[in-house]
């Protein structure tokens, strides 16, 4: 299960990786998103303010350059206008080339600060101006003057420069409607006026600029007063995955994260009640445990004061052979008893936190050779332990381990099975292996050899231990701040692994 | 036959040890409260005192430190509980063993047996030691059992003499708890290597000139405990 749930994740790792190869600017982007709520926040109001300061700008800028050139055009048509009413009446009929060249002589000394550049035509003749040079003209303006009943204005460049360029109709002086069939063009340069239109420009891009660069203080700050109750979320969060159950957040305000600080401290307060109800559970199951062994060994300390008078008795001859076997069984059943009510006692200590590790500095091979020897099994089980080993322990803890381990070795392998204990001291931690060539543990029963009352199998269920071994062999080698593991031997058969520190560490005691 | 002084005030257990000590031939004299006790250590004159600590009434600590006040006689504390303070307060006031309840008629013998022994066996069979030994201000007479301080007999309980003896039979040889435990108390390598520590700290009380710097029974840190060298 979990190894599938391992394949996809990776695939889809995979493809993101893919994905991101291809789209550089999706991995760009995500890598700017990543940066955080604060930078995606001020990013943004930097977009918008320099956007609307943009539109702004633009919008401004292009009323501004209309008005700036639609007057420039309006002034030059009134004054070519003006001009021509004053000098076309002194014009004949039909003028002729000399004084065509007068008029806009004339024209071109009255443009004053424009200077426009004008020259005239009559009835489709050529083009007089005022020089020997023709005057600058849009293609197609003369075509279109030409038939013109009013002002014909066009924009057109001449160079770099923007030009403007008139095209004038003089009408009859009798009659308004009817065409003279004299025409005036005139062009000039709006340099002048192209400077002022960029110097709005620049006036807007000086302008823009600081007030974008402004608007980042407006956005720290909104960014803050955004981020400091998610900050606060977050902070809050933290202290309760690390076991703060009563972590509350001060909330204020009536927004959607005051809100979101309410449902918070709402979890809060119920995962507490539980957690708190659990742990009164437990603490009075504990209790009970404990309470119950207690209570237990009075009366067993009776009656194991006396179980060497019953097995004197039983074994003496003089009872009947019933009676003789009833005290064996009592005798027997008490001891076993008694050790089963003191694992308890010993477990309910560990539960209780008042286990107390009492630790020695040891030579690790007399402290293995020991134990085999005081339950006589050092002819059964082989060991290698190098020469001067020393390990900082609780020896009758570890010892605890070391007779379960092997006891178990021996009792689940057979009388002839091959059990091995091998010690080392690498890298600060001393490392135990107790190896039996037995016939292993089943796989479904290997997660669980350490719980509590956990049975091997059927033929285990009765065995001389009391179905705490495991749990407190596991349990002592935590006190040290170890481990042990359970495994299956390279040859078949079973290998328990005690993995501890070879000295104590500064923080424990 | 040992004269065995039983102070338990549970009926059951007291019903019970005594059974299994007279059953191995021991001169049993069972009281239920500690005062009983007090006084049946002048009238019965026990060779050894068997004291459970939770006692109605005179607590076991301090039936322990009265015992010690006018009598050596060897102390073996019946414990409801082996990791409980009490044993280790129980030690330190002079107790000289104990035994964690429920415990076979056979482990209380042997305990018994083992405070009792008046020489550490060890040292019956290395047999080289002199009678009598002079180190510094302390003179051990091997022979008599008896230790005395510029020339004042001290007055030691049983596993403290047991200690000093063994130690000094080995001047300057370091002994690692467990083996004192082995040696001493007859306990298994594993046993409580609270009891060593305990009966050094009351050795040095009686021995040492300052207790914070010991020149009779030195610590030697992470190995042991060895006598000497002065």
Same mark, same amino acid.
Do not use: C, N
């Given at each position: 299960m979990s190894g599938r749930l391992l394949r996809g994740d990776a695939r889809r790792r995979f493809l993101a990786g893919g994905l991101r190869r291809r789209l550089p600017l999706r991995g760009l982007r995500r890598r700017l998103f990543s940066r955080g709520l604060r930078t995606r926040l001020v990013v943004v109001f930097l977009l918008v303010s320099a956007l609307s300061a943009l539109a702004a700008a633009a919008l401004t800028f292009r009323q501004a350059r209309s008005a700036i050139l639609d007057r420039a055009q309006d002034s030059a048509v009134r004054d070519l206008r003006g001009q021509l009413a004053s000098l076309?009446?002194?014009?004949?009929?039909?003028?002729d080339r000399r004084e065509l060249r007068s008029l806009v002589l004339q024209l071109d000394r009255s443009?004053?600060?424009?200077a426009w550049h004008t020259s005239a035509s009559y009835r489709d003749g050529p083009l007089v101006p005022a020089t020997g040079r023709p005057v600058p003209l849009p293609a197609g303006f003369r075509k279109a003057g030409a038939t013109a009943r009013t002002a014909v204005v066009q924009r057109f460049h001449r160079g770099d420069d923007p030009w403007l360029a008139l095209a004038l109709p003089v009408m009859t002086a009798d009659e308004p409607?009817?065409?003279?069939g004299l025409v005036v063009y005139a062009s000039f340069s709006l340099a002048s006026e192209e400077q002022d239109v960029s110097s709005l420009v620049d006036a807007a891009r000086t302008g823009a600029l600081p007030v974008v660069l402004l608007s980042a203080v407006p956005a720290l700050f909104a960014a803050r007063s955004v981020l400091r109750p998610v900050r606060r979320l977050r902070s809050a969060s933290e202290k309760m995955a690390a076991g703060a159950l009563d972590t509350r957040i001060d909330v204020s305000g009536n927004d959607e994260l005051a809100d979101l600080g309410r449902t918070f401290n709402g979890m809060a307060a119920t995962l507490q009640a539980d957690a708190d109800t659990r742990r009164a559970m437990e603490a009075r199951a504990r209790r009970f445990a404990a309470d119950v062994s207690h209570e237990l060994r009075t009366p067993l300390a009776a009656m194991t004061a006396v179980t060497g008078v019953l097995d004197e008795e039983a074994a003496a001859?003089?009872?009947?052979p019933e009676t003789a076997e009833a005290l064996g069984l009592v005798a027997d059943e008490t001891r076993r008893l008694t050790r089963m009510v003191d694992d308890l006692m010993e477990i309910s200590r560990f539960d209780a936190g008042a286990a107390v590790l009492h630790r020695d500095e040891v030579d690790v091979g007399e402290l293995v050779r020991k134990t085999l020897a005081l339950r006589h099994w050092q002819d059964r089980v082989g060991t290698d332990v190098p020469e001067g080993l020393r390990a900082s322990l609780d020896p009758r803890r570890i010892d605890v381990v070391l007779a379960n381990l092997v006891g178990n070795a021996l009792r689940h392998g057979g009388p002839s099975v091959p059990v091995h204990i091998r010690a080392r001291g690498e890298g600060g931690r001393l490392v135990l292996t107790v190896t039996d060539g037995?016939?292993?543990?089943p796989p479904d029963v290997l997660p669980h050899?350490?719980?509590?009352?956990?049975?091997?199998d059927a033929a285990r269920a009765?065995?001389?231990?009391?179905?705490?071994g495991l749990a407190i062999a596991a349990e002592n080698a935590r006190l040290h701040d170890g481990t042990l593991t359970a495994a299956e031997a390279p040859g078949g058969g079973a290998q328990f692994t005690l993995d501890l520190p070879l000295h104590r560490t500064p923080e424990s005691p | 036959m040992t004269r065995v002084l039983l102070i338990e005030d549970d009926p059951a257990v007291r019903h019970g040890v005594t059974l299994g000590l007279r059953r191995r031939g021991h001169e049993t004299e069972a009281v239920s409260t500690g005062e009983d006790g007090l006084e049946a250590l002048a009238?019965?004159?026990?060779?050894?005192v068997l004291l459970d600590?939770?006692?109605?009434?005179?607590s076991g600590l301090e039936v322990c430190r009265r015992v010690r006040e006018v009598s050596q006689v060897p102390i073996v504390i019946l414990s409801?509980? #082996? +990791?409980?303070?009490d044993v280790v307060v129980g030690l330190e006031a002079g107790a000289d063993d104990y035994v964690v309840k429920p415990a076979s008629g056979e482990l209380i013998e042997a305990r018994m047996r083992a405070v009792l022994r008046r020489v550490a066996p060890s040292q019956s069979a290395t047999g080289?030691?002199?009678?009598c030994t002079v180190a510094g201000d302390l003179r051990i007479d091997r022979q008599g059992l008896r230790v005395s301080k510029h020339g004042a007999e001290l007055s030691l309980a049983p596993s403290e003499l047991k200690l000093l003896l063994f130690l000094s039979a080995s001047p300057g040889q370091t002994f690692s708890r467990q083996q004192l435990l082995e040696?001493?108390?007859?306990?298994?390598?594993? #046993? +409580?290597a609270r009891l060593v520590d305990a009966c050094v700290m009351r050795l040095r009380a009686r021995i040492e000139d300052d207790q914070r710097k010991?020149?009779?029974?030195?610590t030697v840190r992470g190995f042991g405990y060895r006598f000497g060298p002065l």
């Open positions: 076309a009446p002194d014009l004949p009929a039909r003028p443009g004053g600060s424009r409607s009817r065409r003279s001859g003089r009872l009947e037995g016939p292993g543990i050899v350490f719980d509590r009352f956990t049975k091997g009765r065995s001389e231990g009391s179905g705490l | 009238s019965f004159a026990p060779e050894i600590l939770m006692l109605p009434g005179m409801a509980r #082996g +990791d409980d303070m080289a030691v002199e009678a040696y001493v108390w007859e306990h298994s390598y594993y #046993g +409580d010991p020149r009779y029974i030195q």
